[in-house]
């Protein structure tokens, strides 16, 4: 990860890697056939790096959903802007059109497992009547728009230093009320379409 990061996904050899790790490129080369192959294996474990935090959050039945719902977007959003995942996201969105199965990897390691997650405090937060939707890859879309924002995006450019923890409490506090005040039902009788989801 350090040679990648330093070197970006052209610059770095297996050669490099293998000598940081402080193994031979015979043996870099027995585990992984490629660069390529590699780079899918460290990303597949890297993203998994803190994923159970918003596992036990999404299952947490004692938390109301939009409590659940702040724990995980300031959960989810400090994983996001940590420096290594900050690094991954870079080299990915730089490669995924070269190599697309790199992209379809992270996708499939990040969002995919994050969305999942999601749903489920979703699901209770239409069950409870806090939210009315009726696209749920709106609200989705909506979700993580207001979640990054600017901060993600300043950190992504490093253009301001990494975040504190209290910087991004505050920030996801914010994005899940203006979410949830955006969603919120009607006044009245909510909708049948909401009470069927």
Partial sequence: ?????????????????????RASKATLYARFASKEVLFEALMA????Q??????AIA???TLDAVTALEYFATELLALMLQPKKLALFRIAAAEG???SAVGRAYSAHTRDHGLK????IVARLLREGAIEIDNGAEFGHSFIGLLQGELYTRALLGTIPPPSRGEIEHHARQA???????YAP?????????RAR
Avoid: C, Y
């Avoid at 803190?50 to 596992?55: I, K, N, P, Q, S």
């Fill in 1 to 21: 990860m350090e040679i990648l990061t330093e070197k970006g996904f052209h610059g770095a050899t297996m050669l490099d890697i293998a000598s940081r790790a």
């Fill in 45 to 48: 474990w890297e993203t998994r």
């Fill in 50 to 55: 803190g994923t159970e935090v918003l596992d």
């Fill in 59 to 61: 299952a947490n039945a």
């Fill in 97 to 99: 059109q070269r190599l």
């Fill in 117 to 120: 997650r999601a749903r489920e």
């Fill in 176 to 182: 899940v009320a203006r979410l949830i005040r955006a």
């Fill in 186 to 194: 009607p006044a009245g009788p909510r909708s049948t379409a909401s």
